[in-house]
């Protein structure tokens, strides 16, 4: 696995508008962004930095500073394992003992960009489905077979994004 360098100070050297940002670990269940950030880097698309961060918190030093924001993250809302689905926004949850692991759910760090003033004009989440199992447990073979299809979803996001910026040029 190759291994994707984090800035220290992110929010005031980026060099793109736009910025995929993987959640997740090196090991567990919860590597699968990690593992989609790599085939992804493997595969260089122009103009993106792409990042694994290890908890949301790191999230909101990329807000400050870009158009366009991706977030990776695995997720459990039942589906088979293995499904990608870009989750809204709105759809996010906060609790007052966050589920994730992180020590802080992705909501709480989003509303804290937007209180900052720092919300970047477009926002996408893919969640990929994991199996709910303890994290030691091997990633279910349907999860690693989604990984070409999230790589196809997101290069159509950007596509998406690359076209409403032109247009929003003239």
């Given amino acids: 696995m190759s291994r994707i360098d984090r800035n220290p100070d992110p929010a005031s050297e980026l060099e793109s508008e736009i910025a995929v940002v993987a959640l ?14 790599d085939e992804l880097q493997r595969q260089q698309p ?13 999230v909101v030093d990329y807000c400050s ?18 499904t990608a689905t870009w989750i809204s926004r709105d759809s996010l949850t906060a609790s007052l003992i966050p589920r994730s692991s992180h020590g802080i759910d992705l909501k709480s760090v989003l509303d804290l960009a937007d209180t900052l003033g720092w919300t970047p004009r477009r926002l996408a989440i893919l969640g990929i489905e994991i199996t709910p199992a303890i994290d030691e447990t091997p990633l279910d073979p349907r999860v690693i077979e989604a990984i070409p299809e999230c790589i196809e979803r997101i290069q159509r996001q950007f596509a998406d994004w690359n076209k409403v910026c032109k247009l929003e040029e003239r």
Avoid: F, N, Y
Wanted: proline share 9%.
């Fill in 24 to 37: 997740g670990s090196p090991h567990g269940l919860d590597r699968i962004g990690w593992l989609i950030a």
């Fill in 46 to 58: 122009s103009g993106v930095v792409i990042q694994r961060l290890h908890s949301p918190w790191e």
């Fill in 65 to 82: 500073s870009l158009q366009c924001l991706m977030v990776i993250d695995a997720c459990l809302s039942g589906a088979p394992p293995g």
